[in-house]
Structures are given as structure tokens and as C-alpha cells.
């Protein structure tokens, strides 16, 4: 758990479990056009294609907790992220020195996130206070 993995077919897609959905979804469409008026069904696919791969599936996972890693966003600059797809090895000094910036990047971030969230409790405290001291005026 927690580990990335980047062998198999991780190696190829960073999502082979959404391809292969949507490759399923493809599949079907292509059955259904074989009868009268099953082209239509094309939309069937194409929405589930664009949902897993711009809305709930690759976008969503991808803005969170993996984000947080430098070591992921080298695996991303190596791999594609939806269609299965050669693939770049950065090794050596090269992915050291991204290791190092995305480290230095992500902490960044966490400062900025820490230092909203103060600024965010803050003015809620203040309009919490304003609301008592309304109540008991």
C-alpha cells in the first residue's frame, strides 16, 4: 500500500483500469452498430470516455494525495496518462535533480495550503465573535 507502481501495464498507461473500461464501452458501441439504428449508441461511449478521463476518473485521482509525491510526478513526465503508449526513463542525475525540484515544489504548496487555511480559520473566528457580540447586544 502507498508503493507506485511502474511495471506491467502501469509501465505503458498510469490508468490501464479506465482504458480498459472505456475499451469496453467501445466494444459494446461496436456490437450495437451492427443492428438498425445501433450507431446511434455512439454517444453511449463517448460520454463515458470523456467523464473517466477529463471529470471523475484520471483527473480526480491525480489531483490528490499522489500529487503530494515528487516521485509520481517523475512517473507522470514518463508515462501517458489514459492510452496505453511508449514510454520516456529518466534515470540518473536527471531524475534526481526533478526529485529535487518537485520536493522543493510540493513543500511549497503545503506552506501555501497551511498559511490559507490559518487566514480561513481566522475570519471565521472573527465573524463567529461578531455574530456573539451581536446576540448579545
Given at each position: ?40 449508441t455512439f454517444y453511449a461511449p463517448l460520454f463515458i470516455l ?88
Open positions: 500500500k502507498g508503493t507506485l507502481i511502474k511495471s506491467g501495464l502501469w509501465r505503458y498507461t498510469r490508468h490501464p483500469n479506465y482504458f480498459g473500461e472505456c475499451l469496453s464501452w467501445w466494444g459494446f458501441y461496436i456490437i450495437d452498430a451492427t443492428i438498425p439504428g445501433g450507431y446511434w470523456l467523464l473517466i478521463r477529463y471529470v471523475s476518473g484520471v483527473r480526480m485521482l491525480e489531483t490528490k494525495k499522489q500529487m503530494k509525491k515528487a516521485e509520481f510526478r517523475v512517473y507522470q513526465m514518463e508515462t501517458n496518462a489514459f492510452i496505453p503508449w511508449t514510454y520516456k526513463v529518466i534515470e540518473g542525475e536527471e531524475k534526481e535533480k526533478l526529485l529535487e525540484e518537485f520536493q522543493k515544489t510540493i513543500d511549497q504548496e503545503e506552506e501555501e495550503k497551511k498559511k490559507s487555511s490559518k487566514c480561513r480559520d481566522r475570519k471565521e473566528r472573527m465573524e463567529e465573535n461578531r455574530y456573539i457580540n451581536l446576540q448579545s447586544s
